[in-house]
C-alpha cells in the first residue's frame, strides 16, 4: 500500500507537470491554426483528467479498504463513476493523439493545398463526436458495477474494562457483474481502442516518410528514392518511435486483459500492479512525445516563457 501510495503521488506529479507545459505549449494561438494544435491542447486536458481520476481511484480504494464503516450509496457512486471516467478520458486521450497522426499525413498528401480553416472545422466537430463516440461504447459499465458489502468473521477484542467481545466489520468493495459475451465485448473494445489509434500512428508515420519522399524523389530527380526516404526517415523517426514507444506503455493493459481469465491475481498482486501503473504512462508524457522532438513547438514554448518573463519583469 505505502509503495503504490508513492507512485501514484508521483505519477499525479509528473502528470501535472506535463499538462502544465503541454497546456503552456499548445496555448499559443498560432499553433492553433490547424487542427493539431487544438487537438493536443484537448489532449493536455484530458492527459491531466486521466491522471487525477486515477490518483482519487487509488485513494478511493485505498479508504474503502481501510474503512469498514463506509456507507454503501457513497462507494456505490464512486464505484460506479471512477472507473467509468478513468476508461473515458484514458481512450479519448489515445484518439486525439490518433487524429494528431492523420491530419499530419494529410498535410503531407495536400501540401501547399492544405485547408488550415477545414482543419479548424472538423477538429471542433471532432472534439464533440469523440467523446460520443467513447463514451457509447462504454455505456454499460456504471449498469455493470455496484457496491458489495460483505462482514468479516468475529473477532475477539478486549473492551476498556479489560472484558473480551467479539466484534465484526462490514466492508463495502466495488464489483463489476459482466457475462461471458460482455465480458468478450469489453476485451474487444479494449483492443479497439488501444489498437486502434496505435495502428492510425504507425501508418500515418510510414506515409509521411514515404510520401515526402516520393515528393521529394520528383522534385529533386538527381538523388535517388532511396536516399530521400533515408533522409526522411532520421528527420521523422520520431514520428515512428512516438507510437511505438505509447503502445509499448499500453501493452500491459492488453496483457491484463487477456491473462486475466487464465491467472489467479491473487497470486500475481505485484505483476498486475506494476501492468496497471505502466499502462497509465503515456497520459503523462505528452510533452516529452510531441512537443521535445518538435522544434516548432520547443520554439513556442520557449516564446511564451520568454513573454511571461517580460510581463512579470516589466
Known amino acids: 500500500m ?35 494544435g487544438i487537438y493536443l491542447l484537448a489532449s493536455s486536458v484530458t492527459s491531466l483528467l486521466t491522471i487525477s481520476i486515477f490518483t482519487v481511484k487509488f485513494w478511493f480504494l485505498a479508504l474503502t479498504h481501510m474503512t469498514p464503516t463506509m456507507d454503501v ?22 484518439w486525439l493523439n490518433a487524429c494528431v497522426a492523420i491530419e499530419r499525413a494529410i498535410n503531407v498528401s495536400k501540401g501547399v ?3 488550415k480553416a ?5 477538429a471542433r466537430w471532432l472534439l464533440v463526436i469523440l467523446p460520443v463516440f467513447v463514451i457509447g461504447s462504454l455505456i454499460h459499465e456504471p449498469i455493470k458495477r455496484e457496491a458489495f458489502e460483505f462482514e468479516t468473521d468475529a473477532n475477539a ?22 457475462s461471458p459475451a460482455l465480458q468478450n465485448y469489453n476485451t ?3 483492443f479497439f481502442h488501444l489498437l486502434g489509434p496505435f495502428a492510425i500512428n504507425l501508418f500515418s508515420a510510414f506515409y509521411i516518410i514515404f510520401g515526402v519522399a516520393r515528393q521529394r ?5 538527381i538523388r535517388s528514392y ?25 501493452s500491459p493493459r492488453l496483457v491484463i486483459a487477456v491473462l486475466s481469465p487464465c491467472i489467479d491475481v491473487s497470486q500475481n498482486p505485484w505483476l498486475y500492479l506494476s501492468a496497471y501503473f505502466i499502462s497509465f504512462i503515456p497520459s503523462m508524457v505528452i510533452f516529452i512525445i510531441f512537443v521535445l522532438p518538435s522544434s516548432l513547438y520547443m520554439n513556442k514554448f520557449k516564446d511564451t516563457i520568454r513573454s511571461w518573463k517580460q510581463r512579470l519583469c516589466g
Do not use: W
Open 2 to 36: 505505502k509503495v503504490s501510495a508513492a507512485v501514484t503521488i508521483i505519477m499525479f506529479i509528473g502528470g501535472l507537470i506535463n499538462a502544465v507545459l503541454s497546456g503552456i505549449t499548445f496555448q499559443n494561438k498560432e499553433l492553433r491554426n490547424v487542427g493539431c
Open 73 to 94: 450509496s457513497a462507494v456505490s457512486g464512486g464505484c460506479k463513476s471512477i472507473e467509468p471516467l478513468l476508461k473515458i478520458f484514458l481512450y479519448l486521450d489515445t
Open 113 to 115: 493545398s492544405f485547408n
Open 118 to 122: 477545414k482543419s479548424r472545422y472538423i
Open 157 to 178: 477484542t478486549l473492551d476498556k474494562n479489560g472484558t473480551s467481545a467479539n466484534t465484526r466489520d462490514n466492508y463495502v468493495y466495488c464489483i463489476a457483474r459482466y
Open 188 to 190: 474487444i473494445v479494449l
Open 217 to 221: 524523389a520528383i522534385a529533386q530527380p
Open 226 to 250: 532511396k536516399a530521400h526516404v533515408h533522409e526522411q526517415f532520421n528527420e521523422h523517426k520520431h514520428l515512428l518511435i512516438s507510437p511505438l514507444v505509447l503502445a509499448i506503455l499500453a
